[in-house]
């Protein structure tokens, strides 16, 4: 273990082996940092965080802090829970949960990038990449491998499906379609992700599936008409798609970013 001797660590705080702390970052009281976390100079990891191994926490950072949430009391008994194998660099923030008990969310193998933002309740996947400024806001899903790109903006209890790819500097403000693109402002479907499903290890024939699916949705096949097609199809992925599609129409959803023609 190596602390520099200008951080301040709370003694109840639980570190890890091989744990690193750099000059002048503060590790405050219930904190819980697994093997080989690296947290860089005058990074804050606030109270009641809890962090798996190998992760990297660069210069400034601050991860559990207070949401920004108008309902908050200070006196809230909440939590941030951070995966392992995650870079989150620098000026990044990560805010707890805004009720008690409740949690923020962050997987394994992310890669948040300079000044991005996860608000409170958010529910972040594994493998999932954030651009430079990339903000999403309070009670977010996002799943597994999607990708959001730089100065895009999240609006609160939106999802965005696995594999999906959120275009530059894009506005969303319904739930963004899995394994597909999402540009635009407001956001809209654009067309499948096909590099980042090639890359993911999807083979020709769900990538086929996946148009046939793509295209009933901006056909002018009625929405109901479309699913019951989609689930008679073959393939994971596609059955995947019909039920965000389904999960995006029940009562208080925000409905999806539907495709453009």
């Known amino acids: 273990m190596s602390i520099h001797s200008t951080a301040v660590v709370a003694p109840d705080a639980k570190l890890g082996a091989r744990v690193r702390i750099g000059p002048f970052a503060v590790i405050e009281e219930d904190v819980v940092l697994g093997d080989d976390c690296e947290i860089a100079a005058h990074a804050v990891i606030k109270h009641?965080?809890?962090?798996?191994?190998?992760?990297?926490?660069?210069?400034?950072?601050?991860?559990?802090?207070?949401?920004?949430?108008?309902?908050?009391?200070?006196?809230?008994l909440s939590y941030t829970e951070i995966g392992d194998d995650n870079w989150l660099r620098e000026g990044v923030t990560v805010h707890r949960g805004s009720r008690d008990g409740s949690t923020t969310k962050l997987g394994n193998g992310c890669f948040l990038m300079a000044y991005s933002h996860v608000a409170h309740d958010c529910v972040v996947g594994n493998h999932v990449v954030m651009a430079?400024?990339?903000?999403?806001?309070g009670e977010v899903v996002v799943h597994d491998r999607a990708f959001?790109?730089?100065?895009?903006t999240v609006h609160q209890f939106c999802r965005i499906g696995r594999n999906a790819m959120i275009g530059l500097s894009?506005?969303?403000?319904?739930?963004?379609l899995p394994f597909c693109i999402t540009d635009g402002n407001p956001g809209r479907a654009r067309g499948l992700n096909l590099v980042g499903l090639r890359r993911n290890g999807f083979g020709k024939d769900e990538i086929k599936a996946l148009k046939e699916a793509y295209r009933l949705l901006y056909g002018r096949v009625p929405l109901n008409e479309a699913l019951q097609q989609m689930r008679a199809m073959d393939g994971a992925a596609v059955a995947e798609l019909a039920t965000f599609i389904e999960g995006s129409l029940q009562d208080k959803a925000r409905g999806f970013a539907h495709p453009t023609r």
């Open 132 to 137: 430079n400024t990339a903000g999403i806001a």
């Open 148 to 152: 959001i790109s730089a100065a895009v």
């Open 170 to 176: 894009a506005k969303i403000v319904q739930d963004a």
């Open 48 to 76: 009641h965080t809890r962090m798996g191994a190998r992760n990297r926490i660069a210069e400034h950072a601050v991860i559990g802090g207070d949401p920004q949430d108008f309902k908050f009391k200070p006196d809230c």
